[in-house]
């Protein structure tokens, strides 16, 4: 559960988490936004506007960044994580194919590092 690899994707997911979520709660972004198709940025202009949905995302998303840097309730961090990251993979999978890429990794990193610390969640299944 220690290992260097493992150490490497806790870390990596932690600062990309930190960075998009502190990128979704500046009121200008620090790291420019692509242009988006037409039914993503529909889609995108639309949780902008209930003027909550991105903000939630937002600090969640921090909030996981940094106990994963801490390494404080991992387990439970990347329990939250699970279905923002879902989500993530669903919008480029059927809205923004180019993102694609991106929304695999956090997706993967997820998985892998849920199977890491499964002896953690196993006490859910009995």
Known sequence: MNSLFTKIIRIVLGIVLILFGLNKLMPSP???LPEL???AGQ?????ANTGYV????????VLIGVL??????????LILLAPISINIL??????????LSMALIIVIF?????????PQYKPLFY
């Open 43 to 47: 889609f995108m202009t639309s949780l």
């Open 37 to 39: 198709p037409e039914k």
């Open 90 to 99: 669903l919008f480029h999978l059927f809205l923004d194919i180019p993102g």
């Open 110 to 118: 997820n998985v892998v590092l849920i199977y890491k610390h499964w």
């Open 68 to 77: 994963l840097l801490l390494k404080k309730w991992v387990a439970f961090a």
């Open 30 to 32: 620090f790291i420019p």
């Open 54 to 61: 991105l903000k939630t995302v937002g600090v969640l998303e």
